[in-house]
């Protein structure tokens, strides 16, 4: 339409906002931004779209005085239509019922700024735990063809990609309206001249014996797991419409670490959810303590209005949740050095990414997610792989 790209509000004539909505720190997030926006430049265009404009009504207390137009998330992807009256002073408002929305809207990617671009395979939810927003911002699960996926592997791997990340809301519904599974998938992608590839967030029951084996034997396949986990507590686990028990979880877990040469084991565990005891988080936190984990993403229950989990009882204190939240990132520390610890003197093979001017070093990455550095005199090592031996550490965290 004859619009650039500008860094300053001052030289914009709009201002897109694609949202986040997980929780509610995100959401002031985004108010913030909005505001900063119009505060900076009085005649920009603030578009606000993504989860937060898919969910807006659900927000009462988000605040849309300075948006000029609202796209819904499957509005957004025809942008270029709701622009027009934008400049004649109307405010408008376009979102559709996210749950009609059945079909994967698939956009193919030509030259990616990354050296590891994400894929989007599948978008959407099909699960409703209780605290979680997402469903009703990206709607139910729908998946990209696999066809496209492959077409898109094979337009990357041509131009020289060597890695892809697999992303989606919950991967492993994956090809549910077809009775395909993500294995299904993984089988094809194993056939591209693809390097290698990692996968988005798991759902702890979703990684059953068949799609293990597939792992084990893939070589492109990066052994690098972020597992959606959320509680090792079963009462929590329940309370949160989880449907895995703590032991479930925990036996995946060493399966998954006798299985691979050093794999990353990546969670995210939900601190101070409601009627979360003293005892409960205790809970949580010795059996995390216990797995040879490489990382925690801790982070506090935050309330999203309309959820089941923000009308329950015995909500927790702030405090507390930052309390316990502080205590498992101390234990991501411990953990995540250990791990590296495990993996000095190992050789692996990296991606190189980018070089620092400064350091002369490039940053690159292993295949179970370690970020390394080499220094190297040569310009052109972006995007090529290397082996190589992990000599020492620095305790980033
Ligand atoms: S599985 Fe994940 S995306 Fe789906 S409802 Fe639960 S937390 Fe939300």
Not at 325 to 346: A, D, I, P, S, V
Request: aromatic content about 8%; some cysteine.
């Amino acid at each position: 339409m004859g619009f650039s790209e500008v860094q300053e509000y001052n030289d914009a004539d709009i201002f897109v906002l694609n949202s986040c909505s997980v929780t509610s720190h995100s959401d002031s997030q985004s108010a913030y931004l909005l505001n900063r926006a119009k505060r900076e430049n009085p005649l920009i265009k603030n578009i606000l779209t993504g989860c937060v404009a898919q969910t807006v009504d659900l927000h009462k207390n988000f605040d849309v005085k300075n948006v000029d137009l609202i796209l819904g998330n499957n509005e957004k992807l025809e942008l270029k239509e709701h622009i027009e009256g934008l400049f004649e002073g109307k405010k408008g408002k376009k979102v559709g019922d996210i749950f009609n929305i059945t079909k994967f809207n698939h956009k193919m990617v030509e030259n990616p700024y990354q050296t590891r671009p994400s894929i989007k395979i599948q978008e959407g939810c099909n699960n409703r735990c209780s605290y979680c927003i997402i469903p009703y911002a990206r709607g139910n699960s729908r998946s990209n063809g696999i066809e496209n996926i492959i077409s898109q592997i094979d337009l990357l791997a041509k131009s020289g990609t060597k890695e892809v990340v697999l992303t989606g809301i919950h991967i492993g519904q994956w090809g549910l309206e077809w009775g395909l599974e993500l294995v299904d998938l993984l089988g094809e992608i194993e056939k591209t001249d693809i390097l290698r590839y990692r996968l988005g967030s798991l759902y702890i029951n979703e990684i059953d014996n068949k799609m293990l084996d597939f792992l084990m034997k893939s070589e492109k396949f990066c052994p690098h797991f972020h597992l959606s986990l959320q509680s090792l507590c079963d009462k929590t686990l329940l309370n949160m419409n989880r449907k895995y028990t703590s032991l479930e979880a925990i036996e995946l877990i060493k399966v998954l670490y006798d299985s691979f040469e050093e794999p990353f084991l990546g969670c995210d565990i939900i601190a101070g959810f409601p009627s979360e005891t003293e005892e409960d988080f205790k809970l949580t936190y010795n059996n995390l303590k216990a797995l040879p984990l490489s990382y925690i993403h801790a982070f506090p229950y935050s309330i999203r209005e309309n959820t089941p989990a923000a009308k329950m009882k015995n909500q927790v204190q702030d405090s507390v949740k930052t309390k316990r939240t502080q205590m498992l990132n101390e234990l991501c520390k411990l953990k995540h050095g250990e791990f590296l610890e495990r993996n000095k003197n190992k050789e692996q093979e990296i991606l190189f990414e980018r070089k620092s001017l400064k350091t002369g070093s490039y940053s690159a990455i292993t295949r179970n997610y370690i970020k390394v550095f080499v220094k190297d005199k040569r310009d052109d090592l972006r995007n090529t792989v290397k082996v190589v031996n992990l000599r020492d550490f620095d305790k980033l965290y």
